[in-house]
């Protein structure tokens, strides 16, 4: 394909010339911050979320709670310090409307709030957002008690016809296309009137963290819900009817978005430290510490945070991602950059994510010269010297992530459309130029 060198849609993804030194404080996560608002919205008190994320995923599920008639201040907290929301519950309102934009905890988890509404609830968004699984919670929620318009595909467009309230109870579904079913089901769980008992019946479930990261958050908020493993039954999630406090809720930094960032100290042999890692998370990003240790890196979990250090080394590494499916691109691309072959497994359903992104990994990295081939769950990356040229990232903002590494150690590599990084990170481009100290 021929390259426009000059055109401003590809940002020069910035080269290092030595190891990375630096101290990157990672904005909010975006799946805490949009369970937090949905829990808060939820709830029968008002509550705050200090530090939260502000990005477009955020924000569209803002706006979609405030279509909805909840009241959310964007200010800065109790204490005057630092940024955050206070969140004021109100009766649930419809007619409204909802851009989910491409944010799949915006178009899962909210469908069942709208089923709590006053009124028809109208769910839109990007186009991509038409293609990824709904499904899981259309079905349940008519299980429960909900009346849905939609085509039939089983995705969006949707009209939610909010009753004012939800019979609930048990109901079956299929999430092996994506854990946000199970969150989006237990999360409004609570507000139903017999609550919610999920019960997955698929053969593998992907993003197993994440359902316990809305556990906890649901308890956290005065929920009680019983899960496989507080000694229930495998695969069913049980949550008692009853009201929900408001919170005073520091949001962590998002874990998978400080991935980049680590992954700059594995490439370029450096040093970063990411302040305020939590000691104990369900974030997925956890689990980098582990993964790149295994790839080169060591790390350590200190009073200012996590100081991740490479050793100049990346080894190529055998993994199942599917706990941790976000990961991949950014595993994907340190592998690229590898001494030694790698097999990432476990991630089908990343071909439904915001884009195929094992297909979109697969093409981009080949096209820089690389050797990568997609496999029924996953990839077989073998490290070749690449070469300079374009990374697509099919609005992807792990896409533009995992280029912005490999362009760390090949010259020339330009990220088309690095703004889409805004889903999640978007101040992503002055983060990634500060922590190079240019
Ligand atoms: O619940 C959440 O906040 C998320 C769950 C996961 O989704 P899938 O289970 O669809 O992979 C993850 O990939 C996504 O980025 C965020
Ligand atoms: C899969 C992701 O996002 P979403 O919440 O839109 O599913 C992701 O952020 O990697």
Not at 196 to 214: F, N, Q
Not at 296 to 315: K, W, Y
Not at 343 to 370: C, P
Request: glycine share 12%; hydrophobic share 40%; proline share 8%.
């Amino acid at each position: 394909m021929a390259q426009n060198l000059a055109d401003p849609a590809l940002w020069p993804a910035p080269h290092a010339h030595g190891a990375v030194d630096a101290t990157v404080h990672v904005p909010g996560s975006k799946s805490v911050t949009n369970r937090a608002l949905v829990l808060a919205a939820l709830a029968s008190e008002p509550g705050w979320l200090r530090r939260p994320l502000r990005s477009r995923d955020t924000l569209l599920m803002a706006g979609a709670l405030r279509a909805m008639g909840v009241g959310i201040e964007e200010g800065v907290g109790p204490d005057g310090t630092g940024e955050a929301w206070r969140v004021l519950p109100a009766g649930l309102r419809g007619p409204a409307t909802v851009d989910v934009g491409n944010a799949g905890t915006v178009m899962r988890f909210l469908p069942p709030v709208a089923a709590l509404a006053d009124g028809p609830v109208r769910f839109d968004g990007d186009p991509r957002s038409y293609e990824r699984p709904l499904n899981g919670v259309i079905d349940a929620l008519r299980v429960l008690g909900a009346r849905i318009d939609d085509d039939g595909r089983g995705a969006l467009p949707l009209t939610v016809h909010g009753g004012g309230a939800l019979d609930g109870g048990p109901v079956e579904v299929d999430a092996s296309s994506s854990s946000q079913f199970v969150s989006a089901l237990l999360l409004s769980g609570p507000r139903f009137n017999q609550g919610v008992e999920v019960r997955h019946t698929g053969a593998t479930l992907p993003s197993v963290p994440h359902i316990r990261m809305t556990v906890d958050m649901l308890r956290a908020v005065g929920a009680q819900v019983d899960t496989p493993e507080s000694g229930g039954e495998p695969n069913v999630w049980r949550v008692t009817p009853g009201a929900l406090l408001g919170r005073d809720l520091t949001i962590e930094p998002d874990l998978s978005n400080a991935q980049p960032f680590l992954a700059a100290a594995l490439v370029t042999g450096g040093k970063v430290l990411i302040p305020d890692w939590p000691s104990r998370t369900t974030q997925p990003g956890d689990r980098l510490r582990e993964i790149f240790t295994e790839m080169g890196g060591s790390c350590a979990l200190t009073d200012q945070g996590l100081v991740f250090t490479g050793s100049g080394a990346i080894h190529g590494i055998d993994v199942d991602l599917g706990d941790v499916g976000e990961l991949t691109p950014g595993i994907a691309a340190a592998a690229a950059l590898a001494d030694s072959p790698s097999t990432l497994r476990g991630v089908a359903h990343l071909r439904l994510h915001e884009t195929d992104r094992l297909a979109a990994l697969t093409k981009e990295i080949n096209e820089l010269g690389g050797d990568v081939t997609e496999t029924a769950d996953g990839l077989h990356i073998r490290p070749r010297p690449l070469h300079g040229g374009v990374f697509h990232t099919y609005e992807d903002h792990r896409m533009a992530t995992a280029g912005a590494v490999i362009g760390l150690a090949v010259k020339d590599v330009r990220i088309e459309n690095v703004a889409t990084t805004a889903k999640t990170l978007p101040d992503f481009p002055e983060l990634w130029t500060g922590m190079l100290g240019s």
